[in-house]
């Protein structure tokens, strides 16, 4: 891990623990996949060190596997890096794959206060992948090639790399009063640059994030 990347999980993760301290009822929408594993260490660790009180805080997974293992899941990595560590109720804990009607329940909360973000390879968030238009909510897709293909580091083989999700729709993401972007490292430099260089494109689902006015973007 370079300084850098460590420095940037710090900072996504002072802002998240500032949002609880802020708002103790808190709606986080919150990732999964290597880029966030370092500010979820973060997060522990401060929310350990000032006794953060979680337990108004309310947690919705941006996106999930359908149709896998449970080890696989999104929910099970959030346990592992997030929730095992901190005093989240269980009730507290949401996922889009067993809520028919995600974008209600969340509204029901009062609505995403902090949204983290990642970005994919192909330029998705969340598990928004290209094409998918602004107007969509919570939704079964897809996953596409490029997605499968950064995915299969964390399967034995990549023909077990699942190939449907269900993910919050962009629309989703854009009602989340703030949102963070982390992106790593070298892979992430051009689409980077093809999100946030030329406007709006539904080919690259994370052009939509410039029609937001709180987005913390925060790269090596
Ligand atoms: P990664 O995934 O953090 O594993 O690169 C990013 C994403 O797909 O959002």
């Known amino acids: 891990m370079t300084e850098k990347k460590d420095e940037l999980s710090e900072l996504a993760a002072q802002k998240l623990v500032e949002q609880i301290r802020k708002k103790p009822n808190s709606n986080l929408g919150l990732p999964t996949g290597r880029t966030p594993k370092r500010m979820y260490q973060h997060v522990v660790r401060l929310s350990q060190e000032m006794g953060l009180d979680w337990s108004k805080v309310h947690c919705f997974a941006l996106d999930d596997y359908l149709e896998t293992l449970e080890d696989y899941s999104f929910q099970k990595y959030l346990e592992q890096n997030l929730y095992q560590h901190i005093d989240l109720p269980g009730t507290n804990k949401h996922n889009p794959r067993f809520h028919d009607d995600y974008d209600r329940l969340i509204d029901k909360h009062g609505g995403l206060d902090l949204t983290v973000l990642g970005i994919g390879a192909n330029g998705h968030i969340a598990f928004n992948e290209p094409g998918t238009p602004q107007a969509s909510y919570t939704q079964c897709i897809w996953l596409d090639e490029i997605s499968r293909n950064s995915l299969k580091d964390g399967f034995p083989d990549a023909s077990e790399v699942p190939t449907k999700a269900v993910t919050m729709g962009i629309s989703t993401i854009l009602s989340s009063k703030s ?13 980077l640059k093809r999100a946030f260089g030329n406007g709006v494109d539904p080919a690259i689902p994370a052009s939509f994030l410039v029609l937001h006015n709180n987005v913390s973007i925060l790269t090596d």
């Open 179 to 191: 949102i963070i972007m982390l992106a790593f490292g070298e892979e992430k430099k051009e689409v």
